[in-house]
């Protein structure tokens, strides 16, 4: 008994070295192991056995089972582990190839403007700053020089939360990015070179005002700052940004509190007839007959009540700032003409004005290639 059962272990722990499929494995279970297999009708003899040919007889049935039952888990695992090694062997996925059956996705037009105005100015040296748009009064209006009771506060249509924040500081939506600059002064010091953009909130809405839009802050702190720097900066990155070297921008005197003197920046255009009517195409004297300027953006030489705010010292370093329009920037480049189909989600509109995934703005490729 005892050697033929030896055997017959030696045997299926054998066939189970063989074995090279989990079906063989399970079926050796099941002859050996499962309700009819032969070691567990084996186990079900002892019932029958007088105690002291079971207490000897136990053992060693449990003892086969046992073996078996190991060498079954042993071959089992070491068939998947090899299936898993065939597998990660034969299957590779090309992350860089299109899925041709699915429909693509567009990039929508505002995320091609915001990244070709980040590397337009990574270009001439700006880092990329960002500032919270859940903000306090403080940073939004009061340390940029627009005191409780400052007028300017009410040209900004502010969405304001019913709670007070830390500090018992009144909490908003931001209504520009010029915050950031506050932030950044505070937190990096000067000198600064950095641009900041991000969504901004105010109830406002028609064809060029929508109540969440983007704007690009600018900032640069340094000594010795002056408007000169500002215009050539402007220059500089609105013609790489239309791509046009005949630009010509008009500085128009302006007001903001935190900034001294202000100044708007207008671009010059000219009327062209277009298969609709007229069409504003960038470039030339605003002045001349059959132009007319566009304004862009705000900017100015930083006020010194805002570096005294921000831990700057105002007697040591100038600087400007600018804020621009991103939505309105895409609309002058891209030729939409109503700012609130932005933010439809219409997917006709998205197709038709949306960039390829593939089309990453670059200055040696141009900044605005569509793929
Ligand atoms: C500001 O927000 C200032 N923070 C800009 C600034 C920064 C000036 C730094 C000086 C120094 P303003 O409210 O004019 O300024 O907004 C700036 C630009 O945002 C506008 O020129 C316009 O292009 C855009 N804009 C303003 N309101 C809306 C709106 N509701 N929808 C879309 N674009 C808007």
Same mark, same amino acid.
């Given at each position: 008994? *005892?050697?033929? !059962?030896?055997?017959?272990? =030696?045997?299926?722990l054998?066939?189970?070295? &063989?074995?090279?499929?989990?079906?063989?494995?399970?079926?050796?279970? +099941?002859e050996?192991?499962?309700? &009819?297999?032969?070691v567990?009708?084996?186990?079900?003899?002892?019932?029958?056995m007088t105690?002291? /040919?079971?207490?000897?007889? /136990?053992?060693?049935?449990?003892?086969?089972?046992?073996?078996i039952?190991?060498? +079954?888990? %042993?071959?089992?695992? /070491?068939?998947?582990?090899?299936?898993?090694?065939?597998?990660l062997?034969a299957e590779?996925l090309?992350l860089?190839?299109?899925?041709p %059956?699915q429909?693509?996705?567009?990039?929508?037009?505002v995320s091609q403007?915001?990244?070709?105005?980040?590397? +337009?100015? =990574?270009?001439?040296?700006?880092?990329?700053?960002? $500032?919270?748009? +859940?903000?306090d009064?403080?940073?939004?209006?009061? =340390?940029?020089?627009?005191?409780?009771?400052?007028?300017a506060?009410?040209?900004?249509?502010?969405?304001?939360?019913?709670?007070?924040?830390?500090?018992?500081?009144?909490?908003?939506?931001?209504? !520009?990015?010029?915050?950031?600059?506050i932030r950044?002064?505070?937190e990096? $010091?000067?000198?600064?070179?950095?641009?900041?953009? $991000?969504r901004?909130?105010?109830s406002?809405?028609?064809?060029? !005002? *929508?109540?969440?839009?983007?704007?690009?802050?600018?900032?640069v702190?340094?000594r010795?700052?002056?408007?000169? !720097?500002?215009?050539?900066?402007?220059?500089t990155?609105?013609r790489?940004?239309?791509?046009r070297n005949?630009?010509?921008?008009?500085?128009?005197?302006s007001?903001?509190?935190? *900034?001294?003197?202000?100044? %708007?920046?207008?671009?010059?255009? /000219?009327?062209?007839?277009?298969? #609709?009517g007229?069409?504003?195409?960038?470039?030339?004297?605003?002045?001349?007959?059959?132009h007319?300027?566009?304004e862009?953006?705000?900017?100015?030489?930083?006020?010194?009540?805002?570096?005294?705010?921000a831990?700057?010292?105002?007697?040591?370093y100038?600087?400007?700032?600018?804020?621009?329009?991103?939505?309105?920037? =895409?609309?002058?480049?891209?030729?939409?003409d109503?700012?609130?189909?932005?933010?439809?989600?219409?997917?006709?509109?998205?197709?038709?004005?949306?960039?390829?995934p593939?089309?990453?703005p670059?200055?040696?490729?141009?900044?605005?290639? #569509?793929?």
């Amino acid at each position: 008994m *005892t050697t033929e !059962h030896d055997q017959r272990v =030696a045997d299926t722990l054998d066939r189970l070295r &063989q074995a090279q499929a989990p079906a063989q494995v399970e079926a050796i279970r +099941i002859e050996a192991l499962g309700k &009819q297999g032969w070691v567990s009708q084996l186990m079900k003899t002892l019932g029958a056995m007088t105690p002291e /040919a079971r207490q000897a007889e /136990a053992p060693r049935i449990q003892g086969m089972r046992t073996r078996i039952a190991a060498a +079954i888990e %042993e071959r089992k695992e /070491a068939l998947e582990a090899e299936a898993l090694e065939r597998r990660l062997a034969a299957e590779h996925l090309d992350l860089t190839l299109p899925a041709p %059956e699915q429909p693509l996705g567009t990039v929508h037009p505002v995320s091609q403007v915001m990244d070709e105005l980040a590397e +337009i100015f =990574a270009d001439l040296g700006f880092t990329v700053a960002s $500032g919270p748009e +859940i903000e306090d009064d403080w940073h939004n209006f009061t =340390a940029l020089n627009m005191a409780e009771t400052h007028p300017a506060r009410a040209m900004h249509d502010t969405f304001y939360f019913p709670d007070t924040g830390p500090r018992g500081r009144r909490m908003l939506l931001r209504t !520009h990015t010029s915050p950031v600059q506050i932030r950044a002064m505070m937190e990096q $010091g000067a000198p600064l070179r950095l641009i900041a953009p $991000g969504r901004v909130y105010r109830s406002d809405s028609d064809a060029t !005002h *929508t109540p969440m839009f983007h704007q690009v802050e600018g900032l640069v702190i340094d000594r010795g700052i002056h408007l000169g !720097h500002l215009k050539w900066t402007l220059e500089t990155f609105l013609r790489a940004f239309f791509e046009r070297n005949d630009l010509v921008l008009r500085l128009r005197p302006s007001y903001f509190p935190f *900034t001294e003197p202000s100044v %708007e920046v207008d671009v010059g255009f /000219a009327l062209e007839d277009g298969p #609709r009517g007229p069409v504003r195409v960038l470039g030339g004297d605003g002045d001349a007959p059959g132009h007319g300027w566009m304004e862009l953006l705000g900017s100015g030489m930083v006020n010194r009540r805002v570096l005294e705010s921000a831990g700057v010292d105002p007697d040591v370093y100038q600087g400007f700032a600018f804020g621009l329009g991103v939505d309105r920037l =895409a609309m002058l480049k891209y030729g939409m003409d109503d700012l609130r189909a932005f933010f439809d989600g219409d997917l006709r509109w998205l197709r038709h004005y949306g960039f390829g995934p593939f089309a990453q703005p670059s200055l040696s490729a141009g900044i605005g290639a #569509r793929a």
